[in-house]
Structures are given as structure tokens and as C-alpha cells.
């Protein structure tokens, strides 16, 4: 039985591609051991991933997680008796304060959505790709909520869409669209995505709003890289940073944090709470982009105290 056949026996299709990314890491790390790799090996190479790849807390969490299934299929096909690292449990604190002051303006928001990079393979991608900066920027989109749009959830007619709840606790809503997106759907809609559609042969029905160029779903995963596919290295946009973005300055404007609330699909206030910046942060971020000399000094004399 190869690792694949064992991943899609025991664990979720959905996590087949990542696991099998994950567990040829921990392999190509150690090329002629992998099999009889023991504790302290798995802990060298959780060492080597902390000094070297900047991954996220939870990034290394799942990294661990693919070991360890890794280990459960040797197991199982009995080409070793023990698991080395069953019980090992990583504790890496993920920092959940959202940096305000570091967040995108409307202008540059803006800026992303006038600016998006036409793809060099389908002209048809390219009112796809607007459309999804689009519900980025306007309607502070998850990349899980637009990978899990369907055409019902698209009301030109009233200008509107609908974003169901999801399992990550946000609540469902209705929001407005913008004047120039309605233009973008309703091309999209009639002429682009038909085109799409008409490449997926085992699923000529597929409901699924946003199309891959062959008319497949879209992983949400895949939103980040075909929103940066064709942008310099220095120029790449984060979806998440950009919802946190639209949610801070929404607020900074709106008095009712429970408007904002509602707007964001946030389960809780004090969610929408942490998007709220103080004066002095704003302040400091005024200094930041109006009087970058006088934030390097401050830092000099911070330093030197």
C-alpha cells in the first residue's frame, strides 16, 4: 500500500494534497532515514523548520501532524513496530493581536483592485481574478467564503450577495454590491465563466461560483496564489490582511461597532473590538507614513534609554 492509498483509506480527501506536501518535506529532509527516524531526529528537523522557514505556529503544527501520520503508515504496513513521536506535542504560542497600525488604507486597497494583473494564459481569467480582489477588498471576503460561493449567492438584480455561515463560527449575511462590481458579475456570470464550464466534462452543472480555468472548483488555498500569479515579489497581497484591513478602517469611520460586526460575519464583539485602534496607534501610524525621520529617531532615543 503507497502513502496515498493509506491517506485516502484513513484521513479526509480534502487534506490528501497537503499531507502528501508535508510528509515529502520531513522525507527529502532525511533521505536515507526517513523510515528509521527517531524522536530526537523529528525534533532536529522541527528545529530546522523553527530557525529556517518562519512558519506560522499552526503551519508547524500541521507540519508535526504529517509526521505523525507518516509514522501510523509504516505502522501499518509493518515497516517498523514503534512510533517515535505519538506523543510529542508542540506548544508554540500563536499571537492573535491584530496589528492595526501595519494594515492596508482604502487608497491602497483601492490601488489593488484597479491594478489587477491580467492573466498571460485566458483573457477569461482575468474578470474572475478582478471579481475575487474584488470581494476582498469590497466585502472583506474570507478565501474560504469565496472559494464556497455558488451562483445563488449572487443577486444582480438587487445588487447583493449572500455569504452563508461557515464552520469557523462567522454569521451569515447579505452584502451590498458595489456599482462596478455589478458590471464585472454580470460578465463573468454570462460569457466567462460559460466558457470555463465548458472544459469541466464530469461536471458540466458545477454550481460553484468562482471556476478554476478548466471549469473545476477552486481550493481555497489557490486564491492567494492566482490573485499574486503575476505580481513582483515586492508587491504580493495577503487576502487575510486585506479583510483585516477593510474591518479596521470600516471601523475608524463607524461609531456602531456592531454595524461592522454584522458587515464582518463576526460571532462576537469583542472580535470586531480588536480592529479598533486607540489614538496613539493612530497617531504613530500617522508618523509612520507622514514623518517616517521622526519614527527613526524615536526608535534611536528608545534604543539608547
Do not use: W
Request: proline share 4%; hydrophobic share 30%.
Amino acid at each position: 500500500m503507497t502513502i496515498k492509498e493509506y491517506l485516502l483509506k484513513t484521513y479526509s480527501k480534502s487534506t490528501l494534497n497537503s499531507n502528501l506536501y508535508n510528509i515529502k518535506r520531513f522525507t527529502d529532509y532525511f533521505p536515507h532515514k526517513a523510515e528509521k527516524a527517531g524522536y530526537r531526529d523529528v525534533l532536529q528537523y522541527l528545529e530546522y523548520l523553527r530557525k529556517n522557514c518562519n512558519l506560522h505556529p499552526k503551519t508547524l503544527k500541521h507540519r508535526l501532524y504529517a509526521v505523525k501520520i507518516y509514522f501510523n503508515y509504516l505502522l501499518e504496513t509493518g515497516k517498523r513496530k514503534d512510533h517515535p513521536c505519538s506523543e510529542l506535542n508542540l506548544k508554540d504560542k500563536i499571537n492573535k493581536q491584530i496589528q492595526v497600525d501595519t494594515l492596508y488604507s482604502e487608497q491602497t486597497l483601492e490601488h489593488f483592485f484597479e491594478t489587477a494583473c491580467p492573466s498571460r494564459r485566458k483573457h477569461r481569467l482575468d474578470n474572475r481574478n478582478k471579481i475575487i480582489i474584488s470581494l476582498l477588498v469590497y466585502q472583506a471576503l474570507t478565501v474560504t467564503e469565496i472559494a464556497k460561493l455558488t451562483t445563488q449567492d449572487i443577486n444582480l438584480e438587487k445588487g447583493e450577495i449572500f455569504i452563508p455561515s461557515s464552520k469557523f463560527h462567522k454569521q451569515s449575511r447579505t452584502l451590498p454590491l458595489k456599482a462596478k462590481q455589478i458590471l464585472l458579475f454580470y460578465k463573468y456570470l454570462n460569457e466567462d465563466r460559460g466558457f470555463l464550464l465548458s472544459y469541466n466534462k464530469s461536471n458540466p452543472d458545477e454550481q460553484t461560483f468562482i471556476l478554476g480555468q478548466y471549469g473545476e472548483t477552486v481550493h481555497p488555498h489557490q486564491i492567494c496564489r492566482i490573485i499574486n500569479e503575476y505580481r513582483p515579489k515586492n508587491e504580493k497581497i495577503q487576502p487575510l490582511k486585506i479583510r483585516q484591513s477593510v474591518i479596521a478602517n470600516l471601523l475608524q469611520k463607524e461609531n456602531d461597532a456592531r454595524i461592522v460586526q454584522v458587515f464582518a460575519g463576526h460571532k462576537r464583539i469583542s472580535t470586531t473590538e480588536q480592529y479598533r485602534q486607540s489614538e496613539l496607534e493612530a497617531l504613530q501610524a500617522a508618523v509612520n507614513q507622514y514623518h517616517p525621520l521622526l519614527h527613526f529617531f524615536s526608535f534611536e532615543r528608545k534604543k539608547f534609554n
